[in-house]
C-alpha cells in the first residue's frame, strides 16, 4: 500500500520543466525580430523562427502560446530603452539629441513597421505592442523636455505643436531613408529643429 502510495504522489507531481535564461530568451526574440523583419507578419511561422533560434516550437508554444504573443514580446523587447533619458540643458540640445538617437534605428525601425504594417489594423495586441515599443515613450520623453524648458523659462507654457512632435520625429526619421534613400545626418537634423521645430514651439 506504501509503494502504491508514493507512486500516486509521484505520478500527481508536475514535472518541472527547465527556465529559459534572460540571454536565451533575448537570443529567441531577436530572431523572431530579424525573421518578421526578413518576412512580414503574415509569412512568420514558428518553425522559422525555432530554426533560427536554434530551439524546438515546443519552447517558443510553452513561453508564448502563439505567433501574436511571441511577436508582441519581440517588439516590447525592443524598446522603450530608446531614446535613453536626455537632459542637454536646453530644449534644442535635448531635441537634437533625441533626434539623433531615433535616426540612428530608423532602418530597422522602418522594417519592422512595414512588416506590421497590415497586421496591426486588425491585431490589437500588436497594435499595443508596436505603440508600447515605438510610440508611447517618444510621446512621453518630448514631453519631459518640452515640460523642462517651461521650467526653465525657455517657453511661457506647452505649447499645442507639441502634440504633433512626437509622430513628426519618428516619421522623418523612418521616412527620409525609404523616399530619398539616404539617411538623417546631424547637419539635416539641425535644420529641422531650427527651421521648423523651435519655430513651431515658440508660436503656438
Not at 525609404?178 to 514651439?201: E, H, K, N, Q
Request: charged fraction near 25%.
Amino acid at each position: 500500500m506504501q509503494e502504491v502510495s508514493v507512486a500516486a504522489d509521484e505520478a500527481a507531481t508536475p514535472v518541472k520543466r527547465p527556465r529559459v535564461t534572460a540571454e536565451r530568451e533575448r537570443e529567441v526574440l531577436a530572431a523572431t525580430l530579424q525573421a518578421l523583419s526578413d518576412t512580414g507578419y503574415e509569412a512568420l511561422s514558428m518553425e522559422d523562427v525555432a530554426a533560427r533560434a536554434h530551439c524546438s516550437k515546443a519552447t517558443l508554444y510553452r513561453l508564448w502560446h502563439n505567433k501574436a504573443g511571441l511577436v508582441s514580446a519581440a517588439i516590447r523587447s525592443s524598446g522603450p530603452v530608446r531614446p535613453a533619458e536626455v537632459d542637454t540643458g536646453s530644449l534644442r540640445g535635448d531635441l537634437i539629441t533625441v533626434a539623433e538617437r531615433l535616426a540612428q534605428h530608423a532602418t530597422e525601425d522602418s522594417r519592422l513597421y512595414a512588416a506590421l504594417s497590415h497586421a496591426i489594423l486588425t491585431d490589437d495586441e500588436l497594435a499595443s505592442a508596436v505603440q508600447t515599443a515605438l510610440f508611447r515613450p517618444d510621446t512621453e520623453h518630448v514631453m519631459r523636455f518640452i515640460d523642462r524648458a517651461v521650467e526653465r523659462g525657455e517657453l511661457t507654457h506647452r505649447p499645442a505643436a507639441a502634440d504633433f512632435l512626437p509622430q513628426t520625429m519618428r516619421s522623418l526619421a523612418m521616412s527620409r531613408p525609404a523616399l530619398d534613400g539616404t539617411l538623417l545626418d546631424s547637419d539635416y537634423l539641425a535644420r529641422f529643429i531650427d527651421d521648423w521645430v523651435m519655430p513651431a514651439l515658440l508660436h503656438t
